[in-house]
C-alpha cells in the first residue's frame, strides 16, 4: 500500500511570491492534516480537511489556505511569502477523526521543504 | 490549551546504554498519547501510543507507560542502538485529528 506522498519535495520561492504544496494521502483515507516544523517553533497544526471541509484550523495568518479534493487529495496555499514562511510542511493521513472514544492513526509523508529567500 | 513539554536535547548517550527522555503533558479530559521518530531527511513515523491510562505503548524495545497521576509518557529503551539516533517527538491527540507536539529531542548514540 503507498504512503502519504508530497510534491514537490524542495522549493525555493522569493519573498512575496506564492506557493501551492500538494499531498495524496493513503488509499482510502479520508483525513489530511497539515503541519509546519521550523527549528523555533517545532511543530505546528496549520489545519485539517475531512471530507472536503476544513475541520479544524491551528494559530497562523489567513496567508495559509487550504483545499481538499473529492478524491481526498489535499493542498495548501500560502500567499505573499515572508522569510519566516521557510520550513519543512508535514502532510498526515488517517482513515477517519480520532474522538474521545476512538482513536485513528496518522500517517505522515516525507514533507515539503520550502526556502524562501 | 493542550501543551506538551519534554527534555531538551541533545541526549548524548554511547552505544547499549539506558534511554530515558522525559516527557509531561497539559490536556483536559482523556488525550491519547504518542511517541514519534524522525530521522534526518524524513517525515514523523509513529514509534507507539497509548490510547489511555496506564497503558504501555512498545516498539522496537522502546516502551513508555501513560501516568494519568503525574501526567507524564516518558520513553525508555534498555540498550540504545547507533541506528536509533534521531529526533523523537512527544505528542498527544483528544478529539478530531489535531496532534499537539513537545519540541523534539535529538538523541544521538555514539559506537
Known amino acids: 500500500k503507498a504512503g502519504v506522498t508530497q510534491t514537490p519535495r524542495y522549493l525555493i520561492k522569493t519573498r512575496g511570491q506564492q506557493v501551492t504544496l500538494s499531498c495524496s494521502p493513503i488509499?482510502?483515507?479520508?483525513?489530511v492534516s497539515w503541519y509546519q516544523q521550523t527549528p523555533g517553533q517545532g511543530l505546528q497544526f496549520l489545519f485539517e480537511y475531512f471530507s472536503e471541509t476544513q475541520r479544524n484550523k491551528g494559530n497562523f495568518p489567513g496567508r495559509f489556505s487550504g483545499r481538499q479534493f473529492s478524491n481526498s487529495r489535499s493542498e495548501m496555499n500560502v500567499s505573499t511569502l515572508e522569510l519566516g514562511d521557510s520550513a519543512l510542511y508535514l502532510c498526515a493521513s488517517s482513515l477517519a477523526r480520532t474522538s474521545e472514544s476512538s482513536y485513528n492513526e496518522q500517517f505522515f509523508g516525507p514533507g515539503t521543504r520550502l526556502t524562501v529567500l | 490549551g493542550d501543551s506538551v513539554t519534554q527534555m531538551e536535547g541533545p541526549v548524548t548517550l554511547s552505544e547499549e546504554a539506558f534511554l530515558t527522555i522525559n516527557c509531561t503533558y497539559t490536556a483536559t479530559g482523556y488525550p491519547s498519547l504518542f511517541w514519534y521518530v524522525q530521522y534526518p531527511g524524513e517525515g514523523l513515523q509513529l514509534l507507539l501510543k497509548?490510547?489511555?491510562?496506564?497503558d504501555k505503548g512498545s516498539n522496537k524495545g522502546f516502551e513508555a507507560t501513560y501516568r494519568k497521576e503525574t501526567t507524564s509518557f516518558h520513553l525508555e529503551k534498555g540498550s540504545v542502538q547507533v541506528s536509533d539516533s534521531a529526533v523523537y517527538f512527544c505528542?498527544?491527540?483528544?478529539?478530531?485529528?489535531?496532534?499537539?507536539f513537545g519540541g523534539g529531542t535529538r538523541l544521538m548514540v555514539k559506537p
Open positions: 497509548a490510547t489511555k491510562a496506564d
Open positions: 488509499s482510502g483515507h479520508r483525513s
Open positions: 505528542a498527544l491527540i483528544r478529539a478530531g485529528n489535531m496532534l499537539t
